[in-house]
């Protein structure tokens, strides 16, 4: 059997209709070509087996592969369709819980008790580094105190803030 022309005769007699038949299911004439294409690809494979099968078997043979490749192209666009859905969805920021206005007040209210805990060279340098937005050097020229000393009341004054906040949102047992 001269394999170029049995593959050239079933291509000839069966493509306009495997086309049609995928254009229907797809409704996208690249689609239709692209799965034509692999239903001759699978053709010229088994070459051999659909050959020796008489012409109306061949062509039974030729259409149940469009329809196995028809309905994997329709599940793995629903496949497709379902993951980008899904990661689209998961991109999301997850909705804040109700909650969430009462609990940004009450660390609010904790941040202010606990600067007004603050010794007052703590909290006025902590004031004029937040508030005022001064660096170090330009808090320590306004007081009269070694720049050093600033970062230093800046130190002891954020881990204080931190602190109250590390026991608002961890509290123990016997608080």
Known sequence: MDREAEFRRLYAAHRVAVHAYFTGRTADRQSAADLTQDVFLRVWQRLETVA??????????????????????????????????????????????????????????????????????????????????????????????????VRYRLSLARRAVAAALDRYDEPREDQ
């Not at 007040?105 to 340098?125: N, Y």
Request: aromatic content about 2%; overall charge neutral.
């Open 52 to 149: 020796d099968l008489p012409a109306d078997r061949q062509r039974a043979w030729i259409f149940t592969v469009a329809r196995n490749l028809s309905v994997d192209a329709h599940r793995h666009q629903l496949t497709q369709a379902g993951t980008e859905q899904a990661l689209a969805l998961a991109r999301r920021d997850p909705p804040e819980p109700a909650s969430a206005p009462v609990i940004a007040a009450e660390r609010v209210a904790v941040v202010g008790a606990a600067i007004a805990r603050l010794p007052e060279q703590q909290r006025v340098t902590l004031a004029m580094a937040t508030a005022g937005q001064l660096t170090s050097a330009e808090i320590a020229a306004a007081l009269g105190v070694p720049a050093g000393t």
